[in-house]
């Protein structure tokens, strides 16, 4: 079967659990992503990350989305695009949970004492890191309703639940009950993994 040359034909296609369409998307960007996962992780890292569970990822990810309704495609090429970004993402926040100082696999052969600190590598992100975490932020931030992101806002900002209770005249309650809701879409986004 032929992949639909329409986008939006494609979308109801998976919407409607189409196996032959999902199996025609997986085929056609599988090798890919894989070669783009693998560019995106060094030798010591490609010890621990293995680029097909990051593809995976890519997969599951994209294809819940498509169930939810939460993906417009608008041109034939969006969906080459869209895996690509999600799989960069992806690999990225890889690349940055595993060189964390408590994790870097830098250190893993560092035959220093565990007490040299001088022998740690700088706490500052990559360039590559720091900007897919501000282009997460800021899709996640545009997401959320504007009295939502004010809350958060503050709350980033240092300030308590009662402060911003009462600087935007509303209930501790409230605040509070706008924090949850906001971890369980980051939770349920799975945002910070």
Known sequence: MPQPSDPQT??????AGDEKAA??????????????????????????VDPED???????TFFRRVKAGKLVLAEQDDL??????ITVRKALRQVARHTAIKRDCALEDNTSAPGDLAELPAAQPS????????????????????????VLEMRLEGYGTLEI???????????????????????QEHLLT
């Open 80 to 85: 080459g695009k869209l895996l690509t970004r």
């Open 165 to 187: 209770a009462h600087k935007l005249g509303t209930s501790d309650r409230h605040v509070r009950r706008v924090l949850e809701r906001i971890r369980a879409v980051v939770d």
């Open 127 to 150: 360039a590559e890191v720091v900007v897919a975490f501000l282009d997460l932020l800021e899709h996640f931030f545009a997401s959320l309703r504007p009295q939502d992101r004010q």
């Open 54 to 60: 990051i593809v995976q990822s890519v997969f599951r």
């Open 10 to 15: 494609l979308l109801s296609l998976l919407r």
């Open 23 to 48: 199996q025609q998307v997986f085929d056609a960007y599988v090798d890919s992503l894989l070669r783009l996962a693998r560019k995106r992780l060094n030798q010591r890292l490609a010890r621990r």
